[in-house]
């Protein structure tokens, strides 16, 4: 074999490779061109196939010639052949295990894995999509999708997550509930978006109420919305009673915090014979319970609890803890340390006096002097290191008050939505856009609580923070070989702790922990 330069009628020069041991048969054609440049670029490719052909040819250039190949090769590639794939590799694998690919929307793929590695605003997803994905979209697609998902999949993909929930739990016994404020940067309110009490301390913006329920673990169940005006302790049933009727898993114990205490929260749960654990409110408890709590629990160590009888078939469980005296005490004394300095300073008027805070510690004397009551102080003081939790179970104290530990599960899990996924701000008005967007965050946060399950199964020393932080910076090549046409595509070399998250989502191992659960 070798290679001929042909000259043709429009002036071009084509390279070929010819056998002639076959009557001059072209092997293969290099194209053509009339730049002399290109033109030895051809032959010196064509010269490397038939060095291929003939053994050859080395991977270690031996001559400048073969250096130049390669150096040309490498000069033609662009930034646009190296991409970020680390995100889908990852999480769009777990989207697939969970299964959530069972939704036939294309885009709710990529806007979920957007949401768990780069969350923000819908334009923000879009530059993204277009630079990392080379997907290009207008904004108006977006929302066209939300709509769409919203109005035909939510329900299939609440169901997803809650399913994939009860086979790594087997068994729903417990369930957690807590609520949160999702705030909006729109000044306007409608039926949805209304203004209320802010946990974000953004009192002067509209906002939703999402009441969220979840298992042992943290791991989802159910969501709920709410108008932003909502007063929390009256979702609490509304949601238990939807959710249980969608998957109908029994009525477990629930779990939630005294923010849900109130006396006809607590009938409507005796009456739908709901058992529930809360926490108690010591201190509004009526005065002849007080004293029985205080004589009860006289002498408590640190870990001891007792269990009281407590109206309407209800037991009151109150334990003692030495970390909590302790900061109970730090509490108080920081706070009288302020009172007595304004006390000193004289700015504290009589304007001031009320019940909130520490300032319940003050009292006037004569007729302009405040005080601190001595009385007050040592009152307090005896129910340091006391907390209450109330039930309408038979379970043991210890079990209770473990259950309810088990309630910072939920706290984390606003923390993650509202932090690792910023769920909030929202800048849809569109109240099943706004919807789709807190299921987009929904279906993230389950992907989010299986790769941290995974991680902590395996005792691997990564969080799910810095899983995330790996998968921005895993990258794929795509290249052509001098010598053939087709696309190539090659993963690039990963450090070690991008390799063990690698390994950990790809080996059967990984897969057949899933399938179990």
Not at 155 to 160: D, R
Not at 190 to 201: H, T
Not at 287 to 314: F, N, S, T, Y
Not at 361 to 373: P, S, Y
């Amino acid at each position: 074999m070798f290679v001929r330069k042909k000259r043709n009628k429009s002036g071009t020069v084509s390279v070929q490779v010819i056998d002639k041991s076959e009557g001059y048969r072209v092997v293969k054609s290099f194209g053509s061109s009339d730049d002399p440049g290109e033109i030895g670029r051809m032959q010196e490719l064509a010269k490397l196939f038939v060095e291929q052909r003939q053994g050859q040819y080395s991977l270690f250039p031996e001559n400048h010639r073969d250096r130049a190949v390669i150096a040309d090769f490498v000069s033609r590639l662009e930034n646009a052949s190296v991409r970020t794939v680390g995100p889908e590799l990852i999480f769009g694998r777990l989207f697939e295990e969970i299964g959530f690919a069972r939704i036939p929307e294309k885009l709710f793929r990529d806007i979920v894995v957007a949401r768990l590695v780069y969350p923000s605003s819908k334009l923000k997803t879009i530059d993204y999509l277009r630079r990392y994905e080379g997907k290009t979209m207008s904004v108006q697609e977006v929302y066209r999708f939300l709509d769409r998902l919203n109005d035909h999949h939510a329900e299939q993909a609440k169901e997803i997550a809650y399913r994939h929930t009860q086979k790594l739990l087997k068994r729903i016994g417990v369930v957690f509930y807590d609520m949160t404020s999702l705030y909006f940067e729109a000044e306007d309110e409608d039926e949805l978006r209304r203004i209320g009490f802010s946990k974000d301390g953004k009192f002067q913006n509209p906002q939703i109420m999402l009441g969220l329920l979840v298992g042992e673990n943290g791991y989802p169940i159910g969501y709920d919305i709410f108008e932003g005006n909502t007063f929390e302790g009256k979702t609490l049933l509304p949601v238990l009673v939807e959710i249980l009727k969608r998957y109908r898993f029994g009525k477990p114990v629930v779990v939630a915090d005294a923010a849900m205490l109130s006396k006809d929260n607590l009938d409507a749960l005796d009456a739908g014979k709901f058992p529930f654990i809360v926490a108690a409110r010591l201190r509004n408890e009526s005065e002849e319970m007080q004293k029985i709590i205080l004589q009860r629990c006289c002498g408590l160590v640190d870990g001891q609890a007792v269990d009281i009888d407590h109206c309407g078939g209800r037991r009151l469980i109150v334990s003692y803890s030495d970390k909590r005296a302790k900061k109970d005490r730090h509490n108080r004394e920081r706070g009288l340390r302020r009172l007595r300095q304004g006390i000193r300073s004289g700015r504290m008027t009589k304007e001031q006096l009320n019940n909130r805070g520490y300032n319940k510690f003050l009292k006037l004397t004569g007729k302009i002097e405040v005080a601190v009551d001595e009385g007050k102080v040592a009152e307090a003081q005896r129910w340091d290191g006391l907390k209450g939790y109330l039930t309408n179970t038979k379970q043991p104290a210890f079990e209770v008050i473990e259950n309810y530990g088990h309630l910072w599960q939920i706290e984390r899990a606003f923390r993650i939505s509202k932090t690792d996924l910023r769920v909030r701000p929202m800048y849809h008005r569109r109240r099943r856009r706004i919807e789709a967007h807190v299921l987009v965050a929904f279906v993230a946060y389950t992907i989010y609580k299986e790769l941290e399950r995974r991680l902590k199964q395996t005792d691997t020393r990564i969080s799910a923070g810095r899983a995330v932080e790996l998968t921005q910076t895993m990258y794929e090549m795509n290249f052509r070989y001098p010598d053939d046409p087709a696309d190539q595509r090659i993963l690039l070399k990963m450090n070690a702790e991008q390799q063990t998250l690698y390994d950990l989502i790809y080996s059967k191992r990984s897969e057949l922990r899933v399938s179990q659960c």
